[in-house]
């Protein structure tokens, strides 16, 4: 079984990783991190990345749970990838941090939440941020 974490170095990215963990560890699953950019971040925000995803890697070692940590700048949306991830890798599950936005935000922005929990051929797990 996978299961597929939307990652990215927030409390919302970092609330979905630690439920993954959970769920990884309770349905004795492989979880796949996967942080996607559209290929504008800059140097820096790319090495920033790299270190921060081999945090994670370290913090998925020592939980013990079988994963992958995926870096994606490939020109698609976040959502486009987390939802392509999960069927490449048949994922029974999806997590995802969410947070709150104002109506003219979600509509300026659009909302890789919906994109995700539309698109995806799994459950999706939203889960917020300890306030």
Do not use: W
């Amino acid at each position: 079984m996978n299961i597929v974490v939307g990652f990215v170095s927030t409390p919302e990215g970092r609330a979905a990783l630690a439920r993954g963990i959970e769920e990884a560890r309770l349905r004795e699953a492989k979880l796949i991190v996967v942080h996607s950019t559209r290929e504008n971040e800059s140097a820096q925000d790319t090495v920033d990345y790299q270190e921060e995803l081999s945090r994670v890697e370290r913090q998925l070692g020592d939980a013990g749970v079988p994963h992958s940590v995926h870096y994606l700048a490939r020109g698609s949306s976040p959502s486009e990838d987390l939802v392509q991830i999960a069927s490449e890798e048949g994922a029974e599950m999806i997590v995802i941090g969410l947070r709150r936005r104002s109506p003219v935000g979600k509509a300026l922005l659009g909302s890789n939440a919906q994109s995700i929990l539309l698109g995806a051929d799994c459950p999706v797990l939203a889960v917020k941020a300890s306030e």
